[in-house]
């Protein structure tokens, strides 16, 4: 596992000019990331004249990072896309044959100011966006892609933010009270407060998950952790040593 808080500090140091660099800033740096003490003991003995060495292996080490932190991000988002595939049905060939009440239309649906039925006829459409997201990401594979992460990351992300706002317009949709302003109009929950109520409820899921591993409560995981907008390394770590992430 990379110590990803030294990340930035390594990119403030690239970026800083040549001339106003602390080498021995600099130094420590490389040593603590690459363990290389053999390494740091010649740097040491005349930091001037190494300076051009920390910087090329900082800048070695700090562009393998990226691709390191790219990885682990994509690894993230489809878990959390695999839980939208499968809450949404986005695996299915052909949009769902429900009707508009089966879907969630209110009966009381015409009769509701123009802005909140807008939000049901905007759901149809962020739908197909999220099927088309879906569509693109599964044509992303090593055949025909150089580097299928950094492909997919776009995708993912934006698969991701389609269905909070899928979620968001949900949420309005349902709980609006005729007869009070559309200004009014919030989520009953705000996202950061799902998100983290997503999160406790995840870490509470796989402590039993891992008691009794189950298909239905591994699904109900994946579910719950796409809700979340920007998981803990812990409960990353958490997920991957329950083999869902």
Avoid: F
Wanted: glycine share 2%; aromatic share 6%; charged share 30%.
């Amino acid at each position: 596992m990379i110590e990803l808080e030294l990340t930035p500090k390594i990119k403030e140091w690239l970026d800083t000019e040549p001339a106003q660099r602390d080498l021995m800033a600099g130094a420590t740096l490389l040593l603590q990331v690459s363990r290389n003490k053999i390494l740091h003991a010649n740097i040491m003995r005349n930091l001037p004249k190494y300076a051009a060495v920390i910087e090329y292996h900082l800048q070695k080490i700090y562009k393998q990072r990226l691709v390191d932190i790219t990885h682990e991000e994509v690894r993230a988002l489809m878990t959390q896309v695999k839980g939208i595939v499968k809450s949404h049905g986005l695996e299915n060939p052909e949009p769902s044959k429900r009707s508009e009440y089966q879907r969630g239309k209110r009966a009381d649906h015409d009769e509701l100011p123009p802005e909140v039925q807008q939000l049901y006829v905007e759901n149809a459409e962020v739908l197909r966006r999220m099927r088309d997201a879906h569509t693109r990401l599964r044509m992303i594979t090593p055949e025909t892609s150089t580097c299928p992460d950094s492909d997919r990351y776009p995708w993912a992300k934006y698969l991701v933010a389609q269905d909070r706002l899928y979620r968001s317009n949900w949420d309005k949709y349902d709980h609006y009270i005729k007869g009070t302003p559309v200004a009014a109009l919030a989520p009953s929950v705000d996202a950061r407060t799902e998100s983290a109520n997503a999160a406790k409820l995840c870490n509470l899921l796989l402590g039993q998950y891992a008691k009794a591993p189950k298909d239905e409560l591994a699904d109900r995981i994946s579910d719950i952790y796409s809700r979340i907008i920007n998981p803990s390394e812990r409960l990353r770590a958490k997920m991957r040593e329950a083999k869902l992430l």
